[in-house]
T-cell receptor, first 112, second 114 residues
Framework: AQSVAQPEDQVNVAEGNPLTVKCTYS??????LFWYVQYPNRGLQFLLK??????LVKGSYGFEAEFNKSQTSFHLKKPSALVSDSALYFC??????????FGPGTRLSVLP | DADVTQTPRNRITKTGKRIMLECSQT?????MYWYRQDPGLGLRLIYY???????NKGEISDGYSVSRQAQAKFSLSLESAIPNQTALYFC?????????????FGPGTRLLVL
């Protein structure tokens, strides 16, 4: 069965510093990986995805993620964090049944 | 988010009551989903529907039922609510079968069962 782990419940970073939100996955075949963000009182919003091709994927709001097959990871990154990036971030993998399996989420706090 | 709407946004009910959560979409998508979100557990799939005549159980369907009234409408019912069904419920849609197809989420319904 497919699964996703986000090892950190909470990540704190100072504004202007780089941020990383970690994700590791387990799948039987080719991984199809996604990052979503949830702002307070809002539904999840799509940030970026990896399907195939270049291991570095760029997405919305200056975020990017690096697919690493040998480490089965898909970490979310941003070179310079903003206070407005503070939110709950979910990594997800798509399984053979074409349904999503979500990680438990990581709360990012960017401190001014 | 405005393309996928959920009603009500907040609901308080008592144990044993039947309640219905509704989802509507204007994206023209065939596929619709119901998830629940609990702290530390992420989103878990309750039911999903690939078209009006297709309903499938997800990971945690016990205690829930659904109805796909039309392409644009997908309702979730709790036949006899219990306190551990207190959660944030999300409806989502997607267009098709491509593995890269993303899901679009509604704003959520916060349910409290007393």
């Amino acid at each position: 069965a497919q699964s996703v782990a986000q090892p950190e419940d909470q990540v704190n970073v100072a504004e202007g510093n780089p941020l990383t939100v970690k994700c590791t996955y387990s799948v039987s075949g080719n991984p199809y990986l996604f990052w979503y963000v949830q702002y307070p009182n809002r539904g999840l919003q799509f940030l970026l995805k990896y399907i195939t091709g270049d291991n570095l994927v760029k997405g919305s709001y200056g975020f990017e993620a690096e697919f690493n097959k040998s480490q089965t990871s898909f970490h979310l990154k941003k070179p310079s964090a903003l206070v407005s990036d503070s939110a709950l971030y979910f990594c997800a993998v798509r399984d053979y049944g074409q349904n999503f399996v979500f990680g438990p989420g990581t709360r990012l706090s960017v401190l001014p | 988010d405005a393309d996928v709407t959920q009603t009500p946004r907040n609901r308080i009910t008592k144990t044993g009551k039947r309640i219905m959560l509704e989802c509507s979409q204007t994206k023209g998508h065939d596929r619709m989903y119901w998830y629940r979100q609990d702290p530390g557990l992420g989103l878990r799939l309750i039911y999903y529907s690939f078209d009006v005549k297709d309903i499938n159980k997800g990971e945690i369907s016990d205690g829930y039922s659904v109805s796909r009234q039309a392409q644009a409408k997908f309702s979730l019912s709790l036949e006899s609510a219990i306190p551990n069904q207190t959660a944030l419920y999300f409806c989502a849609t997607s267009a098709g079968t491509h593995v890269g197809e993303t899901q679009y989420f509604g704003p959520g319904t916060r349910l409290l069962v007393l």
